[in-house]
């Protein structure tokens, strides 16, 4: 049988911690304080009554004819064994006789006489005492319960701020892991106290900052043999071009073409992740842009403009994001391809196989195509390009399939891309402009 996992704050933990062992404390004080006074008003009720009965002792030895007095008897009946025991070796004590009923206990006391007789006194626990320790349980019962729910509150306070902490490191990595690198761990916690939360916020940040730097070494050596192959590439395409016609010279066009689109990719995405590009905004209208580009790109694309909308982006960076959705949609989907343009969304929907699953849990990813029924050609750049583009446009690409895995036969499926323009693009230099507020009267 599977076991529910109970998940519980850190909070709670400490608070439950804290007042466990708070409440241990306090029953185990109470317990010894309580026994403490009861015993030693015990042993002064057993001195109290010792001294009345020596002086009933000489009262009684000094009278004629001699008569018990103060309660006193002689040979009582109902003398406890113990203290019988001890009149029989001719010793003097005192007694406490509990009851099974509960009761107060019954306090004895008893001297042998020169006549071998027993002179007893026995009266029950005085109720003042009695009356004395409930007085005390109950301020012991009081001061434990409010140790319990000081306790309580002090474990909510120290452990909501840990929770606190936790969480805002949490958040922060959370944001590293989006691809906010600039994000410190240590900064976002804050506080004055260091404890174990500073050590993996620390520990955190240098991760990231180790990430970055092999992230950054990776892009420069790709950006430098994209760079160096260049060259080669240029010549070898102009090498072809003088090549007599025929079946051969085509594939070797063919293929130096691809191998030249390729390097373009390849050194588009190392200023992609460079993080330097800069969108040149302009003002244009969503709908009758794409109708206009789609045209160009593919005629058989049906495009639908549910609703107009005027954007400020760099219509080169969204040019592209098109071209390489419309062109992901061709390869690994099927027709119809369709456009459609709602504000300031735009989606491209094909009804193929739709996108991998590890394309829409992890996003694109470069030089990986997913699985072999919809992207089992190809480098994995084209979506990887139109993300990095949709980024510097401060857009928001996402990908989606419509029909669900696991859908009956005869489901319309496909992918879906779905491009969410921003309400302010970004400025020339990367940051998002200053909206003002009008002020309220």
């Known amino acids: 049988m599977k076991r529910l996992p109970l998940r519980t704050g850190v909070r709670w933990k400490i608070s439950v911690a804290i007042a466990a062992v708070g409440a241990l404390i306090a029953v185990t004080l109470s317990l010894v304080v309580h026994n403490s006074a009861r015993v030693s008003m015990l042993d002064n009720a057993r001195e109290v009554q010792m001294e009345r009965l ?92 409010s140790v319990v729910f000081g306790g309580c ?51 955190v940040d240098g991760l990231t900052d180790a990430l970055n730097e092999r992230i950054e070494a990776e892009r420069r050596v790709t950006a430098d043999i994209a760079h160096e192959l260049r060259t080669p590439v240029t010549g070898l395409l102009t090498a072809a071009e003088l090549l007599p016609p025929g079946r051969p010279t085509e594939l070797v066009r063919d293929r130096a073409q ?72 061709a390869k690994h989907g099927s027709k119809p391809v369709e456009v459609t343009v709602e504000g300031r969304v735009l989606r491209v929907r094909d009804h193929g196989p739709g996108f991998p699953e590890a394309l829409l849990r992890e996003g694109p990813s470069r030089f990986r195509t997913g699985a072999s029924d919809r992207a089992g050609q190809g480098h994995g750049l084209g979506l990887t390009i139109a993300a990095g583009q949709a980024r510097v446009l401060g857009a928001r690409l996402t990908f989606r399939n419509a029909a669900p895995s696991g859908a009956p036969a005869g489901t319309q499926g496909g992918a879906i891309a779905v491009l969410w323009l921003p309400d302010h693009a970004p400025t020339n230099t990367g940051s998002f402009p200053m909206i003002r507020f009008p002020d309220r009267a």
Not at 297 to 314: F, Q
Request: proline share 5%; charged share 30%.
């Open 54 to 145: 020596l002086f009933a002792q000489r009262m009684y030895e000094g009278s004629k004819p001699k008569e018990p007095r103060f309660g006193t008897k002689i040979n009582d009946p109902m003398l406890p064994r113990q203290l019988d025991q001890l009149m029989r070796d001719n010793r003097r004590g005192t007694y406490v006789q509990e009851h099974s009923h509960g009761g107060p206990p019954d306090v004895w006391a008893a001297v042998p006489l020169a006549n071998g007789d027993v002179l007893s006194l026995h009266i029950p626990f005085a109720d003042r005492s009695a009356a004395i320790m409930k007085d005390l349980d109950r301020a012991l019962i009081i001061g434990s319960v």
């Open 153 to 203: 509150a002090l474990g909510v306070l120290i452990g909501g701020q840990l929770s606190r902490r936790l969480r805002k490191a949490a958040a922060a990595a959370g944001k590293v892991a989006q691809g906010n690198t600039d994000v410190r761990v240590r900064d976002a916690i804050g506080g004055v106290v260091r404890d174990e939360t500073d050590e993996l916020a620390r520990a």
């Open 258 to 329: 691809a191998m030249r689109t390729l390097v373009e990719d390849v050194l588009e995405v190392a200023r992609l992740d460079s993080a330097s590009e800069r969108a040149e905004l302009q003002e244009i209208a969503l709908g009758e842009f794409v109708e206009r580009r789609v045209r160009t790109l593919d005629p058989d694309v049906v495009v639908r403009v549910v609703h107009e909308s005027w954007v400020n982006t760099d219509p080169r960076r969204l040019e592209r994001i098109l071209g390489n959705l419309l062109a992901n949609a």
